[in-house]
């Protein structure tokens, strides 16, 4: 099993709508998670952290995370053509991150 | 500004040959990464230092060395010993206490061999 899982999509949203990407992840231990955005040829960039249980709002993102169901989630609303990336989701369970595979994102305008 | 700069951005590799990538920071930060990320696999840690001259093998370490001579600098060398390396490597840096910060990636390097 895998320590981080996510959707690879492809998941394609209209501009303007909400797009919601989900992670689970193995290790209960884990104590911090974040999201990380990547357009294609570059490197991935910090767009979120959250670390306790609940959601966590920056500008269009928020963050959901559930310990007990082991899964963090990243929703953006407004989506811009702009948010057209890979978004992958870390997990800290102690001694080193995780990531997923990425969930490729396209926003249609 | 501050930040992680990685050189080349482009490198070719001749079978048989060993290959040095460059990775330096000024974000005073103690903890420095080596990652590897393969069309849809992810990214997978090579190599990790949390202290200048210390380092730990990640989970594909195997074909890779790296030395941390000066905090600021964590260079990471392809040997032959490597049978695939083509790939887009990452070098990343965070605090200290990981478990509180994020990783800064820099720009990456995509290794192709020829």
């Known amino acids: 099993q895998k320590e981080v899982e996510q959707n690879s999509g492809p998941l394609s949203v209209p501009e303007g709508a909400i797009a919601s990407l989900n992670c689970t992840y193995s290790?209960?231990?884990?104590?911090?998670f974040f999201w990380y955005r990547q357009y294609s040829g570059k490197s991935p960039e910090l767009i979120m952290s959250i670390y306790s249980n609940g959601d966590k709002e920056d500008g269009r993102f928020t963050a959901q995370l559930n310990k007990a169901s082991q899964y963090v989630s990243l929703l953006i609303r407004d989506s811009q053509p702009s948010d057209s990336a890979t978004y992958l989701c870390?997990?800290?369970?102690?001694?080193?991150?995780?990531f997923g595979t990425g969930t490729s994102l396209t926003v249609i305008p | 500004d501050g930040g992680i700069t990685q050189s080349p951005k482009y490198l070719f590799r001749k079978e048989g040959q060993n290959v040095t990538l460059s990775c330096e920071q000024n974000?005073?930060?103690?903890?420095m990464y080596w990652y590897r990320q393969d069309p849809g696999q992810g990214l997978r840690l090579i190599y990790y230092s949390q202290i200048v001259n210390d380092f730990q093998k990640g989970d594909i370490a195997e074909g890779y060395s790296v030395s941390r001579e000066k905090k600021e600098s964590f260079p990471l060398t392809v040997t032959s010993a490597q049978k695939n390396p083509t790939a887009f490597y990452l070098c990343a840096s965070s605090r200290y206490r990981l478990g509180n910060y994020g990783y800064t990636f820099g720009s990456g390097t995509r290794l192709t061999v020829v």
């Open positions: 290790d209960r231990g884990s104590q911090s």
């Open positions: 974000l005073n930060h103690d903890a």
């Open positions: 870390a997990v800290n369970p102690g001694n080193q991150f995780y």
